[in-house]
């Protein structure tokens, strides 16, 4: 029932969710890319790309500390130009190759190309956080939100009763949203006990 934008990290799942807009983690991507540059140094393309993802994201940056919702029509065009570049000189460095064997299935290609592959045909998504200025380049706000769970699991084990995990969750969604207001935890839970829970949107 989800209607909004999802940030995931290309998991194949995710995109089975065709009524909302996705948005790539870039953190996940930067990996990847770091993974490629650092153990196969001729792959040029990869440490490009690098390069150009941080260049998105300092831009959106210095775009946002001058009160802007948007980029320059220079610098969409410029980035559009630079992606679409890399992505053909990832195919030129990676060229498939032939084989005479006939084999069933869909023929393996391989991390890198397999990633290219993803850059290709997710470039919307890749690129939404400088179309979008709502979205943030990577999900780990998202991440630093859950661990918290992980934590409780490792220290409890489980949680006894559904409505018990429903009820921690509530509390921690709650104390981690005054946290972005600038409010801390004891401050917002005396205020919920005292009737004000909704302090924290004024």
């Known amino acids: 029932e989800f209607k909004g934008i999802a940030m995931h990290d290309c998991w194949a799942s995710y995109w089975n969710y065709p009524d909302i807009q996705h948005a790539v983690c870039c953190a996940h991507l930067l990996r990847e890319l770091t993974g490629i540059d650092e153990n196969h140094p001729d792959q040029k393309w990869a440490s490009a790309f690098i390069d150009l993802l ?3 994201k300092k831009a959106k940056e ?8 948007s980029l320059s029509y220079y610098h969409y065009h410029k980035f559009d130009k630079k992606y679409d570049e890399l992505i053909e000189q990832a195919w030129k460095e990676n060229p498939l190759t032939e084989t005479t064997e ?3 299935g869909r023929k393996k290609k391989g991390k890198i190309l397999a990633l290219a592959e993803r850059l290709a045909n997710y470039k919307a998504s890749v690129c939404l956080f ?3 200025f709502h979205v943030p380049f990577d999900n780990n706000q998202a991440e630093r939100d859950l661990r918290m769970i992980k934590v409780k699991t490792k220290v409890s084990g489980c949680f006894r009763t559904e409505e018990g995990a429903r009820d921690y969750l509530k509390i ?3 104390v981690g949203t005054a946290h972005k207001q ?3 935890a004891y401050e917002a839970i005396r205020n919920a006990i005292s009737g004000h829970p909704d302090f924290i949107f004024e």
């Open 54 to 56: 941080l260049e998105m």
């Open 62 to 69: 210095k775009a946002v500390e001058k009160g802007k919702d």
């Open 102 to 104: 006939k084999k069933r």
């Open 130 to 132: 400088i179309h979008n």
């Open 172 to 174: 921690m969604s709650y």
């Open 182 to 184: 600038g409010y801390n």
